[in-house]
């Protein structure tokens, strides 16, 4: 998916909602422990619920290859109902891959050209050996992870080299990459007083930002400090909206929870003037 068409989307449904699929069997409602997919009924069931608020999916990968091969085959009818049903809906690979070379083109392929999936995250540690190979596809993102908002981050992302953090480090190089028109970032929700020094260097970029509700971070404080022109924002809400509730009305109250964040988004939207010419 091009750039211009996700914007079209944010533009239309007043939203930069993702919703994350991190489908936890454990947690899913006892009733579909025990149907033939649960994986897939379970997904299917948020995505139809949600997808007239959102504008991301972004199932995390881990949730479904801890299965083996019947998750994998969940994965891809996922993937196969999203693209056929909400083809206009933005999909994120949380595979967060990191290695270089054919490795990398390897990766890539797997989740751009077999899975269809329009981005991927990447983990930056090895530098552009591991990330260039991604952005050779040309109708792809490549979703760099620029400041984390989990506690190991303070282990290195903040560690000054001539005085200015790694994960600022990190930004300002990614920028000379080939293909870099191509890459966006994620940012933690709960560092969102770390976004207007991270506007400097990358403001024109999409930022995929977590940890918006259940993680505590502030969906205000987000747009306040990390909307562009064109919004330049997907913020995500895995817990707080697909396990919202565990009744045989979850579908519902996913959908009743990404709606108020909607809501919530369509008003920041407005109240930047976002899209008001």
Known sequence: MRREAL?????????????????????????????????????????????????????????????????????????????????????????????????????????????????????PYMGKDSVEPFLAFEDNHTILLGLTSNEGAQDFQYLECDGIPLHQHVLQQSQSWKGSERLMYVVGATRAEALEEIRKSIPDSFLLVPGVGAQGGSLSAVAQHGLNRD???????????????????????????????????????????????
Not at 62 to 74: K, L, P, R, V
Not at 80 to 109: C, L, Q, V
Not at 234 to 253: C, K, M, P, Q, W
């Open 7 to 123: 914007v079209q989307q944010i533009r239309e449904k007043q939203s930069f909602l993702c919703v994350g699929l991190d489908i936890d069997l454990e947690k899913i409602p006892v009733h579909l422990k025990d149907v033939e997919d649960p994986l897939w009924t379970f997904g299917k069931a948020i995505v139809d619920a949600t997808a007239a608020y959102a504008v991301a999916f972004k199932p995390n990968i881990a949730f479904f290859e801890t299965y083996g091969q019947q998750g994998w085959q969940s994965l891809e009818r996922l993937m196969e109902y999203i693209h056929t049903t909400y083809p206009e809906i933005f999909t994120i690979a949380d595979a967060k891959r990191g290695d270089i070379g054919n490795t990398a083109t390897r990766y890539a392929k797997a989740f751009f050209e077999q899975m269809d999936f329009d981005s991927i995250t990447v983990a």
């Open 231 to 277: 919004c330049g924002l997907l913020v995500n809400s895995s817990r707080g909206i697909i396990y919202a509730d565990t009744t045989e009305n979850f579908a519902a109250v996913a959908g009743q929870k990404a709606a108020e964040l909607q809501q919530q988004m369509k008003t920041l939207l407005q109240k930047y003037a976002i899209f008001s010419s």
